[in-house]
């Protein structure tokens, strides 16, 4: 398990983001387990994985807004994503108790991976 550490601005967020395939690289290439992070992101997605924090610091995000950022980040297919998290409360995660958080967490990570 790895964890990057530094600084406020020191570029943790910004290299998670690119090891993730959400923000490209700004220069040179990024590969993870051989597989470039510009491409293809089902591919490099298969070999990493996210401990997101008990409550993000990016806003009030809803159960169902998590529950549909998982499924794009696990590539799940469009007509499908509404359908697997339909029951998903729409209320902010911030309001939720422990018990209830980690549902989410478990069903985020589990639901996005069926097929």
Do not use: C, F, W
């Not at 600084?7 to 290439?29: E, M, V, Y």
């Not at 401990?51 to 159960?63: C, I, M, R, S």
């Not at 911030?94 to 069903?107: A, N, V």
Request: glycine content about 14%; charged content about 20%; aromatic content about 2%.
């Amino acid at each position: 398990m790895l964890g990057p550490i530094g600084s406020n601005g020191a570029g943790k967020s910004t290299l998670i983001k690119i090891l993730a395939t959400l923000s490209p690289p700004g220069a040179g290439p990024v590969l993870v387990a051989g597989a470039g992070v510009v491409g293809p992101a089902a591919e490099v997605r298969r070999h990493g994985g996210q401990v997101p924090p008990l409550l993000p610091a990016d806003g009030a995000p809803t159960g169902y807004e998590k529950m549909l950022l998982s499924a794009r980040l696990y590539v799940i297919p469009r007509n499908e994503r509404r359908a697997r998290i339909a029951e998903t409360p729409d209320r902010p995660v911030q309001h939720y108790s422990g018990g209830m958080i980690r549902r989410l967490e478990i069903g985020a990570d589990t639901s996005s991976h069926r097929q």
